[in-house]
């Protein structure tokens, strides 16, 4: 059985978590394949809002595994905070989370050595959540890090405190004042750790390669943005994962032709966090209108979206990076009223007009060239079905299908998981 890919094309916050939530009841097993509690998922139904950051989307679905792969790094502390609201709200969790054995942990002092490096960096900071999920991923690929199934082991405590320990003297070198209570979050930390040593633990390739052999239905949930790969992304402002449908194979240890759809979700304008670049950033009206409708506010960090007009150019990219076989379009909703509507469809790159996204895309290389379309007044969030859709927005729908000959699946129409229209 093939296993299915779910992953964002921009630069994250796409709403994966609400689509995930939406699939769920057509597979058996979700499984989150990359990163960390610096993405946040967030699912609207039965007038709730909730949150995820490292648990899989598939979670609030009694009938669904809910796998954390190895290509995930797991902060102890974030991860308990997460079950504590699961239990708050009645989720049986303990039948139907289970964890990789692979899967690296983050340490406080992995928080600790993020914040040191971001604060020496001054005005250069790439604009890290503070999670410690890129000092996680430098132990992981310089083989120093502690993973899940350490914890089974005798010794671990041991492994913690010679890496804790070399930690702090690389936070002294960064000379930086970074005040912390080591014994205080280490209190903390060690608590969660026994909330995690009461979960399954697994080794998970094994587990994914049998389902596949029982004709499971298997869906891989990505996190962050393809715009954020560390391959891929707008380096270095990216993540330090692979977001794309490799980082999949690599994340559950799923072979490279056992990939069967590719879904691939986008909002219909454009977001960004933090710093880097971002060739279609609105700094007008109509981009202030996209973040206050949108809410575009980040469910990990809080921090206020960067909003522009949709980037083909860049999409084009990450479609053909990932194979992206199906596509659905988020956020719909939030361009009605838009009198009229741009997509970036080429660039203006050193005296040339090129439709691929280039090595370097910052704003004193790029100029974004637009395609006008009129914009919608309706207000789609009450509509069910396709036939309801305005004439401009199928315009603009079509349009999009034209250019990145794939076809749009689905539409969202506001964040419960009951305004989702399927094409």
């Not at 139904?45 to 598939?58: A, D, E, Q, R, Y």
């Not at 280490?186 to 608590?191: A, I, V």
């Not at 009223?337 to 660039?347: D, E, I, R």
Request: glycine letters at 10%; a negative charge; proline letters at 3%.
């Amino acid at each position: 059985m093939a296993v299915d890919l779910l992953l964002g094309l921009q630069w994250g916050d796409e709403g994966k978590g609400k689509i995930v939530d939406v699939l769920t009841s057509n597979y058996n097993i979700i499984a989150r394949f990359q990163g960390g509690p610096n993405a946040g998922h967030t699912l609207v139904f039965n007038g709730m809002k909730h949150v995820l950051h490292t648990i899989p989307s598939g979670i609030f679905h009694e009938d669904a595994a809910n796998l954390v792969g190895n290509g995930v790094v797991i902060d102890p502390v974030i991860f308990k905070k997460e079950l504590d609201k699961l239990e708050d709200q009645n989720v049986d969790y303990r039948k139907s989370l289970i964890i990789s054995r692979k899967a690296h942990l983050i340490l406080p002092t992995h928080r600790l050595l993020d914040a040191a490096s971001e604060a020496s960096k001054g005005k250069a900071k790439i604009g890290s959540t503070l999670k410690g999920i890129g000092p996680t991923y430098m132990d992981k690929t310089g083989r120093n890090g502690i993973r899940v199934g350490d914890i089974e082991l005798e010794n671990w405590k041991e492994k913690y405190r010679a890496l804790a320990n070399k930690h702090e003297a690389m936070i002294d070198f960064y000379n930086v004042d970074i005040q912390y209570d080591l014994e205080e979050l280490e209190l903390e930390f060690f608590q969660a750790i026994e909330t995690l040593k009461s979960l399954k633990f697994i080794d998970s390739e094994e587990y994914i390669f049998q389902a596949q052999k029982e004709g499971k239905s298997i869906l891989a949930e990505g996190a962050q943005g393809s715009l954020l790969d560390i391959d891929f992304g707008t380096y270095p402002y990216v993540t330090s994962s692979n977001t794309t449908a490799a980082g999949a194979c690599t994340g559950l240890g799923v072979a490279p032709n056992k990939i069967g759809e590719v879904f691939g979700i986008f909002k219909a304008y454009t977001t960004r966090v933090g710093s880097g670049p971002f060739p279609t950033e609105l700094f007008d009206e109509d981009g202030e209108t996209m973040g206050r409708v949108g809410h575009e506010f980040g469910a990990t960090t809080g921090r206020s979206r960067r909003c522009g007009w949709l980037d083909l150019v860049a999409l084009k990219y990450a479609c053909q990076i990932n194979g992206v076989t199906q596509l659905m379009m988020m956020k719909a909703d939030v361009l009605s009223g838009f009198k009229s509507l741009k997509v970036c469809t080429a660039y203006k790159y050193k005296g040339k007009t090129i439709t691929h996204l280039p090595f370097n895309i910052e704003a004193e290389n790029i100029s974004p060239v637009y395609t006008d379309f009129k914009g919608w007044k309706e207000d789609l969030t009450e509509m069910e079905e396709a036939s309801q859709l305005p004439q401009e927005l199928n315009a603009y729908i079509a349009f999009l299908e034209k250019e990145l000959e794939t076809p749009i699946k689905l539409v969202s129409v506001g964040p419960d998981r009951k305004q989702t229209i399927f094409k």
